[in-house]
């Protein structure tokens, strides 16, 4: 009689344990900021990590280029090149800008969103439309061509590595469009390596 008594008790304690567990976890914790992985710091000198870009620019000068930096948490880099500083019929201008998500919350109820999740969610919210998939990140890209004779490109690309988001606008003319869309998604791999 006592012994099932106590498998008795111990079975409704087993189910009462599981049943508050069950509870517990369909209500949720609430998030509290210590929940939230923060975003990273991004170098303080990632475009001058980046380095030359004067083969992207008309030659209006012998020596590199470095991009101009602005930003903390998303760092924007700029160089550019217009036609009057180089007495052609030449331009060119080329903008970086990369961002370090943090983690978000993801409501009640729910675990909250991981950095790598809010940049991806950023990635495919982002405007250009046209996937590349050949790449080794995911990638968006988008050109706009431009000119009488269609000499002048203007590109768009979006790539997301992990919690990273790097965004490259470049114009050029005159350019061929293929050369000008390498040149900019070689440009955002290597933001994405210079910001590990």
Not at 13 to 35: H, I, M, R, S, W
Not at 104 to 111: E, T
Not at 157 to 175: E, G, K, R, S
Request: with cysteine; net charge neutral; proline share 6%.
């Amino acid at each position: 009689m006592a012994s099932r008594l106590v498998r008795g008790t111990a079975i409704g304690c087993g189910v009462a344990a599981l049943v508050g567990g069950g509870v517990g976890f369909a209500v949720g914790e609430p998030v509290t900021k210590a929940d939230l992985v923060p975003a990273r710091e991004l170098p303080g000198d990632l475009c001058a990590r980046i380095g030359d870009v004067s083969k992207l620019l008309p030659k209006a000068s012998g020596g590199p280029v470095t991009m101009t930096q602005g930003g903390t948490t998303t760092i924007t880099c700029q160089a550019g090149s217009s036609r009057a500083k180089v007495r052609a019929y030449t331009s060119a201008s080329v903008k970086v800008t990369v961002t370090a998500y943090g983690g978000q919350d993801a409501g009640a109820g729910n675990p909250p969103f991981t950095p790598e999740q809010v940049a991806h969610r950023t990635f495919t919210r982002s405007p250009v439309k046209g996937y590349d998939e050949g790449r080794p990140y995911p990638t968006k890209v988008e050109r706009t061509e431009g000119g009488l004779a269609g000499e002048s490109w203007n590109v768009h690309a979006v790539v997301q590595h992990a919690d990273i988001v790097v965004l490259v606008d470049y114009t050029a003319n005159p350019i061929d469009g293929d050369i000008a869309q390498q040149a900019a998604l070689a440009l955002a791999d290597r933001a994405i390596w210079e910001s590990k």
